[in-house]
């Protein structure tokens, strides 16, 4: 018996997977929650197979609840629920750690498909996304950003660099800095030329490899 935990914003969403797996006697739902309720107290103590997240509906890409999740399950296999408009953030996601993604408009078949292979420990990615992968490895690879290249930006740069790599909102940011969420944007923008670089995934990416986090 597959066991998993769902964590939406909405409930039609899921009533809706919750009306999908019911249908298969090999899958039990022991726990769903909205992301931006307590769900870690609530789930302590549980041990699901598979977490399956609504990504569409968070905040922020669903940055900051993905690292949390990871932080305290950190065995434990994330299947997101994505659609196109998120092809930006493919990277980071898989970064983070993600396990697989299921778009909005899947079959049920793909979506049973997609929890069958996280629990036996594979990931599941549509081709499309496979592409992205690839190029995020050898990104990797072939942009490894020497340190002296920290010198390009400021102090207050690196600051910003260092909250958006915690998944921060501009708001968020614009609070700890003192600073107005413009000011944020035009600090990212800064940074993103400085560096050539087009994305907070390679922002973060760059942080990572630089030592910055």
Request: proline share 2%; charged share 30%.
């Amino acid at each position: 018996m597959c066991q998993i935990i769902i964590l939406e914003n909405y409930s039609l969403f899921s009533a809706g997977i919750k009306a999908i797996l019911s249908e298969i006697n090999e899958f039990e739902i022991i726990g769903e929650a909205k992301i931006e309720d307590n769900f870690l107290r609530q789930f302590r103590e549980i041990k699901p197979d598979v977490i399956i997240v609504d990504i569409i509906h968070c905040e922020n890409e669903g940055i900051k609840p993905i690292k949390k999740i990871k932080k305290y399950f950190s065995k434990i296999p994330i299947l997101l629920i994505v659609s196109e408009d998120y092809a930006n953030y493919f990277e980071e996601y898989i970064a983070l750690g993600i396990k697989g993604f299921v778009f909005r408009d899947a079959s049920p078949g793909i979506l049973v498909k997609a929890i069958k292979k996280l629990k036996n420990g594979e990931d599941y990615f549509r081709k499309d996304v496979w592409i992205v992968l690839k190029d995020f490895i050898r990104s990797r690879k072939s942009h490894k950003f020497k340190k002296a290249e920290k010198s390009l930006l400021t102090n207050r740069e690196i600051a910003v660099l260092k909250l958006f790599s915690k998944g921060q909102t501009y708001k968020e940011i614009g609070v700890d800095l003192n600073i107005s969420p413009r000011t944020v944007e035009s600090h990212k923008k800064n940074i993103l030329t400085k560096l050539e670089i087009r994305s907070t995934a390679e922002m973060v990416r760059y942080a990572f490899n630089n030592q910055i986090l």
